[in-house]
């Protein structure tokens, strides 16, 4: 079987659906969630089938929705590196500090995983056109992959949203619109616009392919440390579908038999300017509210209310985890002192969970001699406007002096 995918499960109230029809959310509203017969999966593979498979997300695909492999869009996607960051471990004080690097993906971040799954999937069921509001990087993965389905794409984004997507959406002949405006109010114009057309509804969690997608970097984490989990895992968390796919995927591994019962803590990450998630879990709440005035140069995380809050949370709770906010100074900083001590350029999220994992090794919270894995979910050429430049203009025949570069060294 290429798929052991059965059937769609509410996340709230446990409802099931059939999984070969176009199904967005269940009656209740809530996300809907892949399930698989994983009893009959746990006597049929095992970790060493993966060994000579296709180097990337769809070495999976047992786990995956996909029933057709003839209908799977891909351009080569996960199996990201997962690498070691020796100078900056030593700087923050961590024993083994990891970075899952999402920023060598195609087009250059983590969406192109949910999109990715998405898409393969909307084609298998049929779907013609789909539509999405988005802060940028997701937009630009779906209407790429949408464009290689043969799918029409409508995209709706916030106008501060970063260039580079815009672009990434209109060359892929997406029908892109921006909003003056946060990316909740991206999804109001959506959501109308789909009741009018009937278009395929692709926004966050209001259809269950995406998680699919994201969860893959679970699955990776743990194959590529042999089956031996992090003690902690650091997630910028807007939306949150990577955090919940995560979560999602370690469960099914500990189902199928693959790790042990021990899970590792996972951390939810935002930025002081849009915190619900932090807030609610400083509140020990189940779910969170909406964020006035969101606002951060972290801007794949700025979602003011985040339709899956509670299965956000409920991976931090369940997994003794936390939820941090860090400014936006900070976040620059320590995007800056990793270019500088080990020659990455991650984007202004994954610069906020680094400096989420140094603050909670200040605290004590990581211990020393644990092992930390920290998502990078992009690369930090995407927002070439977070980083400002001051630099000496020469005449010709002028030379370096030899302090030139002083000026950038704060």
């Not at 059965?6 to 892949?34: D, F, W, Y």
């Not at 906010?325 to 320590?334: G, R």
Request: proline share 5%.
């Amino acid at each position: 079987m290429f798929s052991y995918a059965t059937h769609l499960s509410c996340s709230k109230c446990g409802g099931t659906s059939e999984i070969n029809q176009i199904m967005q959310q269940c009656r209740c509203g809530a996300p809907l969630l892949v399930q698989y017969d994983l009893t009959k999966l746990r006597n049929r593979l095992r970790p060493d089938d993966l060994r000579n498979r296709v180097y990337s997300l769809w070495r999976y695909h047992e786990l995956l929705p996909v029933q057709d492999h003839t209908h799977i869009v891909s351009s080569g996607e996960g199996m990201t590196p997962l690498l070691p960051l020796p100078r900056l471990a030593d700087d923050m004080g961590i024993f083994r500090l990891l970075m899952k690097d999402e920023g060598i993906s195609p087009g250059g971040t983590f969406k192109v995983r949910g999109a990715a799954v998405g898409v393969s999937r909307a084609k298998e069921l049929g779907v013609k056109e789909l539509a999405m509001p988005t802060n940028g990087n997701a937009g630009a993965a779906w209407a790429l992959y949408a464009a290689k389905a043969g799918i029409q794409c409508h995209i709706v984004m916030p106008l501060d949203a970063p260039h580079t997507a815009k672009v990434e959406c209109a060359i892929a002949g997406a029908h892109l619109t921006l909003i003056n405006g946060l990316i909740s109010d991206a999804g109001n114009t959506i959501a109308q616009s789909i009741k009018e057309h009937g278009w395929y509804d692709a926004s966050t969690l209001k259809e269950p392919y995406r998680i699919e997608g994201k969860k893959t970097m679970g699955f990776e984490i743990a194959e590529q440390l042999e089956w031996q989990l992090p003690d902690v895992i650091l997630y910028p968390t807007g939306g949150g579908v990577g955090l919940i796919g995560i979560y999602k995927a370690l469960l099914e591994l500990r189902e199928l038999g693959w790790i042990g019962d021990r899970l590792p803590r996972l951390v939810a990450v935002q930025a002081e300017g849009c915190a619900p998630i932090v807030k609610a879990w400083s509140e020990q709440k189940q779910t969170s509210s909406y964020w006035s005035g969101a606002s951060t140069v972290a801007f794949g995380i700025n979602v003011p209310k985040a339709l899956g809050d509670f299965l956000v949370l409920a991976a931090i709770y369940q997994t003794a985890g936390c939820a941090l906010a860090v400014e936006d100074d900070t976040i620059l900083q320590e995007q800056k002192r990793i270019a500088r001590l080990e020659g990455a350029y991650v984007c202004p999220e994954g610069a906020a969970a680094f400096a989420a994992a140094r603050r909670l090794r200040d605290s004590g919270w990581i211990g020393a001699n644990e092992t930390v894995v920290v998502l990078n979910t992009g690369a930090g050429i995407k927002y070439p406007d977070s980083v400002k430049l001051n630099l000496p203009i020469l005449q010709p025949g002028q030379f370096l002096p030899s302090s030139h570069l002083t000026d950038n060294k704060d």
